[in-house]
């Protein structure tokens, strides 16, 4: 790890040493969230069709700081969001049984490789959980499925390295990452953790007249995490995204996971979820 920080120091020099440009809330995102990561910020919905479930996104990201040199780009900015877990609607409003919370900040510092990008972030996030009242039975006055809640919390760090090639009509980014909890609860959950994935996208249509595109996608996330055994979690999506990629738009997607429950009042549970889905960038 310190051996990682100073070549980070060192890359810091070499850009300071060039021609800077300051911006306060600079437009757009220099890193988009990964489609595949359940704990990136999105707005948008997943229906689960085996049972009506619904997974509830409400989440942004947004760049307070950027900073531009000749061939690099540093970011400093903040994250939002939660989702929660739909298991039916009565009384006209949904039921919410669970609910997964993160708030923290991010910085990102990136470099030109010819016409490639390669890309370091790094997350520092409180995550915790709770289950909410669609999970008492208020008749009985207990909680459902004999189920009580736990105190679920992670506080994490996350180093993700992303390399981006860019085509006219299509892209690639393929990335790894690492993570520690400083503090977990419950204390058998293991602090460290891994990810690898990739996000393929391909141009269907492109018009400048209506400054339109369409973009067709893959991405792939698998984690490896120990829950309290280290286990293998998969998620895949497939999906159309109506706007520029790399910009505001609605996406519209297939999504199949394997692995620890994401709502993490639940995370003992192995699970297979296939879901029909949409999320909105506001980037």
């Given at each position: 790890m310190k051996k990682i920080f100073l070549i980070f120091l060192l890359f810091l020099s070499q850009m300071f040493a060039q021609e800077t440009g300051f911006e306060l809330m600079p437009m757009g995102l220099h890193f988009l969230p990964l489609k595949a990561n359940m704990q990136e910020s999105r707005l948008g919905i997943l229906y689960f069709p085996d049972n009506a479930n619904l997974k509830v996104d409400i989440g942004n990201n947004v760049d307070?700081?950027?900073?531009?040199?000749?061939?690099?780009?540093?970011?400093?900015?903040?994250?939002?969001?939660?989702?929660?877990?739909s298991t039916n609607y009565q009384g006209r409003r949904l039921q919410i049984d669970a609910l997964d919370g993160f708030f923290g900040g991010n910085g990102t510092v990136?470099?030109?490789?010819?016409?490639?990008?390669?890309?370091?972030?790094?997350?520092?996030?409180?995550?915790?959980a709770h289950f909410v009242d669609g999970h008492f039975d208020?008749?009985?006055?207990?909680?459902?499925?004999?189920?009580?809640?736990?105190?679920?919390?992670?506080?994490?760090?996350?180093?993700?390295s992303a390399?981006?090639?860019?085509?006219?009509?299509?892209?690639?980014?393929?990335?790894?990452?690492?993570?520690?909890?400083?503090?977990?609860?419950?204390?058998l959950i293991q602090k460290w953790w891994s990810t690898l994935g990739y996000e393929l996208n391909y141009k269907i249509h492109d018009s400048e007249k209506s400054n339109s595109e369409i973009n067709v996608f893959l991405s792939s996330h698998i984690k490896l995490i120990g829950m309290p055994k280290y286990k293998l979690n998969y998620n895949n999506m497939i999906g159309v995204k109506f706007g520029s990629w790399d910009g505001k738009g609605v996406v519209f997607y297939l999504d199949y996971y394997i692995g620890n429950n994401y709502f993490s009042e639940y995370y003992y549970n192995r699970i297979k979820k296939f879901g029909i889905g949409f999320f909105v960038d506001f980037i």
């Open positions: 307070i700081i950027g900073l531009s040199f000749n061939d690099a780009k540093i970011s400093f900015g903040i994250e939002f969001m939660a989702y929660a877990l990136s470099f030109l490789l010819n016409n490639d990008k390669l890309f370091f972030r790094f997350r520092i996030i409180h995550n915790s208020f008749t009985k006055n207990i909680w459902k499925k004999n189920i009580e809640p736990i105190p679920f919390t992670q506080d994490f760090g996350e180093i993700t390399y981006v090639h860019e085509k006219t009509n299509y892209g690639l980014k393929a990335f790894t990452s690492i993570g520690y909890s400083s503090l977990v609860r419950p204390s």
